[in-house]
C-alpha cells in the first residue's frame, strides 16, 4: 500500500448501511413520489460504486466523508435521472428540414389538435356512425386524400372516387413491401439497375423485394435504361414493373431513364402492373422555391400508374405513415393479406394525417410546418439572425452571421438548396466541437452543425417564437465550464 493511503477496512466503516441512508431528509422527502424498492436499488448502486472506488485506491478518508455527506443528494439524482423519459424535444438548428434522426416533420397545430381530441377518448376508429356497424378505418382518410388530389389534378371527383382506393400503413417502407406482397408474391417484378437504391435506415430496394417473396429482375443498366430493356424482360412470370424514385441521390452525365408515362403504356400493353415508388408525398409546387428537379405525388398520381406508395411524414408534412394508393380491385387485395392487419396505423396517425390532408384541401397549408419552413425567404432569416446575434452578447462568443443554404433532406430532393442564413459562433476557450456539445446539453438540446471553424445555426428549422429559448440554450452553452 502506497503511503498516506488509508486503509480499505478503516474506510469501508465509514459507509452508512442502506437503510440509514433511506432514512435521510432527501430520500424521505422522496418516499411518496418514489417506490421503496426504486429507491433502494439506486441506493445500493450508488454504495456498491463507493465500494468499488475504496478497493481502487481513490478515497482518502476526507474525501470519503465529502461521497457520505452527499449521498442523499446522488441518491436523488440517480432517481431522477433514471426516471425520466429519455425522447425529449430539441431545437434543429441544421438547416435540414426533413432530418430523419431529428424526427422528420414537424406536425401541425391542426394535427396536433386532432390527436388530443382523439386520444382523449373513444371515437369512431372503425365504426360507421350512420349504419351503427363496423367501419374501415381507412375511411378517415381515402375519400379526403381522393378529393384533393382530384381538386389539385382537376381530374372529376367522381372519376378519381371510384377507381382509386387508399391504404395507410406505418411508413412508405411497409407500404412497398405491403403492395408487393400482396400482388407480386412467387412473380417477377422489373426494376432498372439504376433505381436498385438504398434509402437509408437500411431501405435496400432488393432486400425488400425479397422479403416480400417477389423475383426481382434486373432491367437496364447503372446508368441508362430504355422502355425496350423493360419490353425485352418480361416472361410469362412477370406481373409487375416497379419505378422508385431515387430520393437520396442524383445520377448526372450519361444516363436515360423512361418516363413513367411510358412504363404505364407497356404496363397497358403487356398486361402488367405499373407501381411507382414515390416517397415525398409532395402535394404542391416547388417552383416557387426554385427547387425544379424532384418527384411529386402529385405528378405521379396525374399520370395514374397502378399504385402509388408515398410516406406521410416526408414533404407532405404529417405523421409517421406509407400512404398505399391504387386501383380499388389492388387496393382491396392488399387489405386482405393478413400483413396488411400487422403493418396498420393506429388513431393518432388517422387523426394527424387527416388533418394534415385538410389543410391543403382548405387551401391552407401553411399551417403544416414544413410547407412553411420551405416557404421562409431568406431576408426573413436574416433579420431574425441580427435580432439573435444583439441578443446574444456573450463575452466569450464572436457571433457573425453567415449565409448558407439549407437543404430539403430526408431522401427527397439531393440537390434542392435554399438560401438561408445562419448565427456563425466561435468561442475564445471551447473548440468548435466543444461547443456543438455545449449546445446538445441545454435544454432543450440545440442540434447545430460545424464548417469552416464555425459552429452554425440555420434558423430555417428553427420556429421563429423558439428565437428566444435558442438565444438563451447559446449564452448558456458558452459559459458553461471549459473542457
Ligand atoms: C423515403 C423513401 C422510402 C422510405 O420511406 P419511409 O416512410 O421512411 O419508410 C421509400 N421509398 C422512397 C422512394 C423514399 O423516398
Known amino acids: 500500500m502506497m503511503h498516506g493511503q488509508t486503509a480499505p477496512d478503516q474506510l469501508f466503516s465509514l459507509l452508512p448501511s442502506l437503510d440509514e441512508v433511506l432514512r435521510r431528509p432527501e430520500l424521505l422527502a422522496l418516499a411518496d413520489q418514489y417506490p421503496r424498492p426504486m429507491l433502494a436499488g439506486v441506493t445500493r448502486a450508488e454504495l456498491a460504486r463507493a465500494r468499488t472506488e475504496i478497493v481502487q485506491g481513490i478515497h482518502t478518508v476526507e474525501t470519503l466523508q465529502v461521497l457520505v455527506d452527499n449521498l442523499g443528494e446522488s441518491v436523488t439524482r440517480a432517481t431522477k435521472e433514471a426516471l425520466c423519459g429519455t425522447l425529449v424535444p430539441v431545437l434543429n ?19 396536433l389538435r386532432a390527436i388530443l381530441d382523439v386520444a382523449r377518448g373513444y371515437s369512431n376508429l372503425e365504426f360507421n356512425l350512420e349504419t351503427g356497424t363496423r367501419g374501415r378505418r381507412d375511411q378517415h382518410v381515402e375519400p379526403l ?26 411508413n412508405c417502407a411497409a407500404a412497398t413491401f405491403l403492395a408487393l406482397n400482396s400482388l407480386a408474391e412467387g412473380a417477377e417484378v422489373l426494376v432498372s439497375r439504376g433505381e436498385l437504391v438504398e434509402i437509408g435506415g437500411g431501405f435496400r430496394v432488393p432486400d425488400i423485394l425479397r422479403k416480400a417473396g417477389v423475383i426481382l429482375r434486373e432491367v437496364g443498366t447503372t446508368n441508362r435504361t430504355r422502355v425496350a430493356d ?7 412470370n412477370t406481373r409487375m414493373i416497379l419505378r422508385v424514385h431515387q430520393s437520396n441521390f442524383k445520377m448526372e452525365g450519361f444516363t436515360e431513364k423512361p418516363a413513367l408515362s411510358e412504363l404505364i403504356d407497356l404496363g397497358k400493353r403487356a398486361d402488367l402492373m405499373v407501381f411507382e415508388d414515390q416517397g415525398t408525398g409532395l402535394l404542391i409546387s416547388l417552383d416557387s422555391i426554385g427547387v425544379k428537379e424532384g418527384s411529386s405525388l402529385l405528378d405521379s398520381f396525374r399520370q395514374t400508374p397502378d399504385l402509388i406508395a408515398a410516406s406521410g411524414d416526408k414533404l407532405l408534412g404529417g405523421p409517421q405513415c406509407g400512404l398505399l394508393l391504387g386501383r380499388r380491385d389492388l387496393l382491396d387485395r392488399v387489405r386482405a393479406n393478413p400483413l396488411y392487419r400487422a403493418l396498420r396505423v393506429d388513431k393518432l396517425t388517422y387523426a394527424a394525417l387527416g388533418a394534415t390532408i385538410l389543410s391543403y384541401a382548405l387551401h391552407q397549408e401553411e399551417s403544416i410546418p414544413t410547407v412553411r419552413m420551405l416557404r421562409i425567404p431568406a431576408d426573413d432569416l436574416r433579420r431574425r439572425c441580427e435580432a439573435l446575434q444583439g441578443e446574444i452578447d456573450a463575452n466569450l462568443l464572436e457571433v ?10 430526408g431522401g427527397t430532393t439531393p440537390d434542392a438548396a435554399l438560401n438561408s442564413f445562419a448565427l456563425s459562433l466561435r468561442h475564445r476557450l471551447k473548440t468548435p466541437s466543444g461547443l456543438l456539445a455545449a449546445l446538445r446539453l441545454q435544454t432543450p438540446p440545440v442540434i447545430a452543425r460545424v464548417q469552416d471553424d464555425c459552429v452554425l445555426l440555420d434558423l430555417r428549422t428553427v420556429p421563429p417564437e423558439q428565437d428566444r429559448l435558442l438565444s438563451g440554450a447559446i449564452r448558456n452553452a458558452a459559459q458553461e465550464d471549459r473542457e
Open 93 to 111: 438548428a441544421t438547416g435540414v428540414i426533413l432530418h430523419t434522426n431529428l424526427g422528420r416533420a414537424p406536425l401541425s397545430e391542426e394535427a
Open 145 to 170: 386524400l381522393l378529393r384533393v388530389l382530384s381538386w389539385l389534378t382537376g381530374q372529376p371527383v367522381e372519376v378519381v372516387g371510384k377507381s382509386w382506393s387508399v391504404a395507410v400503413v406505418n
Open 230 to 236: 423493360y419490353a425485352e424482360a418480361i416472361t410469362g
Open 400 to 409: 457573425s452571421i453567415a449565409p448558407v443554404k439549407s437543404v430539403i433532406g
